[in-house]
């Protein structure tokens, strides 16, 4: 059966891979789908043809692996026609991977512009979310405030702590970031960061926002 593993550093067109979530192109229809490993544990058909299917397993940065198999046996032939939730699935798909056309090519356009009810991530927060101190230093010696209000997570410190970034956490909290801030949902950081499996994380910001 044949089989094609995506290389990260070498992406087809219309192909990207960021984190956990991937977007493939089918080798038997040209159809472009996205998979997540979170929403599809056990791989996702490729919703125009149904003759490939495409599985990803861990992150992009972390040694993961996006493949996607392909053959007229793989998966069984559904009715002549895709059912409205696959259609609706599949439309989808196509808008993202336009949508990542149009933000990452030669004639970028800002993500407000193409999405206006889009939600950006602050410099502060990207690196946050990302693990990248040195940015992160560099944004916080610009004068960020390392408390800033964020429509998406809460904070940079509730950014890190979704990921379980813990260098990033330990330099926020050396920068008076608060780590008994709630966010939208009345959680703290270290509730996120247990929320996500990300234990030491999660201990670090408890003792952080326990009086001495």
């Not at 069984?76 to 409205?84: H, I, Y």
């Not at 004068?143 to 990921?163: I, M, R």
């Amino acid at each position: 059966m044949p089989i094609r593993r995506i290389d990260p550093h070498c992406l087809l067109a219309n192909e990207d891979w960021v984190e956990n979530i991937a977007a493939f192109t089918c080798p038997a229809c040209g159809c472009v789908f996205i998979v997540s490993e979170d929403l599809h544990r056990e791989g996702r058909n490729c919703p125009g043809c149904f003759k490939a299917r495409g599985h990803v397993k861990g992150r992009r940065d972390h040694r993961g692996t996006a493949e996607v198999r392909w053959g007229d046996t793989l998966v069984p032939d559904p009715a002549s026609e895709l059912t409205a939730e696959e259609r609706a699935a599949a439309e989808r798909d196509q808008l993202l991977i336009e949508v990542c056309r149009l933000w990452n090519g030669p004639d970028a356009r800002p993500l407000t512009e193409l999405i206006p009810e889009s939600v950006p991530l602050t410099n502060l927060e990207t690196a946050a979310f990302y693990g990248e101190s040195e940015q992160l230093k560099q944004v916080l010696d610009a004068g960020a405030d390392p408390n800033e209000p964020s429509a998406l997570f809460g904070t940079a410190l509730h950014a890190a702590a979704d990921q379980g970034r813990l260098e990033a956490v330990r330099l926020l909290l050396e920068r008076d970031a608060d780590p008994a801030r709630l966010n939208a949902q009345g959680q703290s950081p270290a509730d996120v960061a247990a929320e996500n499996g990300h234990e030491e994380v999660a201990e670090l910001l408890r003792s952080a926002a326990s009086p001495p």
